[in-house]
């Protein structure tokens, strides 16, 4: 199952593992501008069950 963490990455973003606690993992995330609207992209998609945007949401992004 693909993750948010694996569609940053697959977006170029930056996923640094922060702290183990117990089973639990803490990440964070850096990345450009464009990267973060490519993730908001997929999000919104995903959230309406879109099958139209492409690999890395970059089809419905929106540079403005």
């Known amino acids: 199952?693909?993750?948010i963490l694996d569609?940053?990455?697959e977006?170029?973003?930056?996923?640094?593992l922060k702290a183990c606690i117990g089973r639990?993992?803490?990440h964070s995330i850096a990345?450009?501008?464009t990267t973060f609207r490519t993730i908001c992209a997929f999000l919104r998609?995903?959230?309406?069950?879109s099958r139209h945007v492409?690999?890395?949401?970059?089809?419905s992004v929106n540079a403005g």
């Open 54 to 59: 492409g690999p890395l949401g970059r089809r």
């Open 24 to 26: 639990e993992h803490f």
């Open 45 to 49: 998609s995903a959230a309406r069950g």
């Open 11 to 16: 977006a170029g973003m930056a996923v640094m």
């Open 1 to 3: 199952m693909e993750t």
């Open 31 to 33: 990345g450009s501008r």
């Open 7 to 9: 569609r940053a990455r």
